[in-house]
């Protein structure tokens, strides 16, 4: 079981940025980040592979959000960039053994950070 700690959250203005990290206790192949705005789903928004350096991302923050990660440290980053409204969220990370934006795909989930963006 991979513990994963999310960290970076806040609020900031709608153009802003900000980056999220999610330390992990082990390496697993997949980590992606997915969020939940109150009343809706949770959505996937990002996923990164350890070895092949392979990312995704959902269509509503390709161009703003990057997904990286260091190895040496367990860590992976979601930059966010010219942050909007709809982008508030808590914003989870993930750990799976699959590159896949489906939630159900990943088995080891962080507690959240909240990032609220205003207008």
């Known amino acids: 079981q991979v513990q994963l700690v999310e960290s970076g959250g806040g609020l900031v203005q709608a153009g802003g940025s900000l980056r999220l990290s999610c330390a992990a206790s082990?390496?697993?192949?997949?980590m992606g980040w997915f969020r939940q705005a109150p009343g809706k789903e949770r959505e996937f928004v990002a996923a990164?592979?350890?070895?092949?350096?392979?990312?995704r991302y959902a269509d509503s923050v390709k161009g703003r959000f990057t997904v990286s990660r260091d190895n040496a440290k367990n860590t992976v980053y979601l930059q966010m960039n010219s942050l909007k409204p709809e982008d508030t969220a808590i914003y989870y990370c993930?750990?799976?053994?699959?590159?896949?934006?489906?939630?159900?795909?990943?088995?080891?989930w962080g507690q959240g950070t909240q990032v609220t963006v205003s207008s």
């Open positions: 082990g390496r697993r192949y997949v």
């Open positions: 990164i592979t350890w070895g092949a350096i392979s990312t």
């Open positions: 993930a750990a799976g053994p699959f590159h896949s934006s489906d939630s159900n795909e990943y088995d080891n």
